[in-house]
């Protein structure tokens, strides 16, 4: 089974503050993907990254991919506080349907 | 336009009473997926069709069934809930690329 520790698991911060999410795994992978889950609601695709050293911006937020591509991260700056929700990485899980291993999540709360 | 449809958003059914949640997709993809999310934890696959083809998770208790008639509808019933199946439902679709399409998700609660 391939896992994906994401850390930290909780985070609250002011808003304007900077911060940064991790994703890691032991495992290589073709692709990682970022999502994000305001409360009450589905996961939506922020991005996906397939090449190692590969940098995504979005607005504010920064994703890396590892250049082994086992290990990604999440930099939001400026955090505003739409920016709250949970925050999940995942990647295939190695199946032709694309079966997506999921990591803990990280809760991000961002206080005005 | 929601493209992933899940019906209903809130379903609150009894101990041990059948219930079933639906799931429909414009989207025409030949993945879809039902996954089951607790409090704040990352969803877990229940199982998933690919077009007609049901692949159940090995530890997706025998409770859980799922019925998909055609390519736009999927169902998933559970046939016996018990508290510990109160959970948010996510049904998921996907076509060729890596990044899953989510509904909004069924939060069911069991009195």
């Known amino acids: 089974t391939q896992l994906l520790e994401q850390s930290p698991q909780f985070l609250s911060i002011q808003e304007g503050e900077n911060l940064t999410v991790y994703c890691n795994s032991s495992s290589v992978f073709s692709s990682l993907q970022w999502y994000r889950q305001e409360p009450g609601e589905g996961p939506v695709l922020l991005v996906t990254v397939v090449t190692g050293g590969e940098v995504k911006k979005l607005k504010r937020l920064t994703f890396q991919f590892g250049d082994a591509r086992k290990d990604s991260s999440l930099h939001i700056t400026a955090a505003q506080p739409g920016d709250t929700g949970l925050y999940l990485c995942a990647a295939p899980g190695g199946t032709s349907y694309g079966k997506l291993t999921f990591g803990q999540g990280t809760i991000l709360t961002v206080h005005p | 336009d929601a493209m992933v449809i899940q019906n209903p958003r809130y379903q609150v059914t009894q101990f041990g009473k059948p219930v079933t949640l639906s799931c429909s997709q414009t989207?025409?993809?030949?993945?879809m997926y039902w996954y089951q999310q607790k409090s704040s934890q990352a969803p877990k696959l229940l199982f998933h069709y690919y077009d007609k083809d049901f692949n159940n998770e090995a530890d997706t208790p025998d409770n859980f069934q799922s019925r998909r008639p055609n390519t736009s509808f999927c169902f998933l019933d559970i046939r016996s809930p018990g508290l510990g199946d109160a959970a948010m439902y996510l049904c998921?679709?996907?076509?060729?690329?890596?990044?899953?399409?989510f509904g909004s998700g069924t939060r069911l609660t069991v009195v």
């Open positions: 989207l025409n993809h030949n993945v």
């Open positions: 998921a679709t996907r076509e060729t690329g890596p990044g899953y399409t």
